[in-house]
């Protein structure tokens, strides 16, 4: 039977401890950068009662078009392309062309505040396995009239 001192054991813990964390932290970090694409880039300019546009561009391959998905409230609504033209985008160096923008029609909705997030879809080395990266910082808007009936 081995004995170990208080302190030896006590040192033996901590380093356990930080053995785990680091793993952990190392699985974290793996997994991170396995389903998230660090060069994607996109913004969400414009939200109301009539539309929701931005621009969306896969750093990896700025001649490929992203996949979008607008949620409003919460709730999705639409998926859809990221290839409208958005000449801003090319002029200020973030692609190689004027294809990346995107602008979906808003449903009808009631009455109030309404809060827009879009959504970059990632399909990473697996093509079964997909994620959603957040565009930009989502927008708020207000509906001023019901819906039409």
Known sequence: MIHFSRRTLVQIL????VAEALLVTA??????????NS???GWL?????????GWAVDGKSSASHVDVQLFIDDRFIENRNASD???DVHQAERSDDDWHGFVFKTPPLTRGEHEARVY???RGSSSARRT??????PLRFSVDAAPAQ
């Open 132 to 137: 959603l990266q957040l565009l930009g910082k």
């Open 85 to 87: 033209f958005r000449p």
């Open 27 to 36: 699985v974290a970090a793996g997994f991170y950068l396995t389903t998230t």
């Open 45 to 53: 300019d414009q939200a109301d009662a009539h539309t929701i546009s």
């Open 14 to 17: 901590i380093a356990k401890s």
């Open 39 to 41: 060069q994607l880039r």
């Open 120 to 122: 970059a879809l990632y």
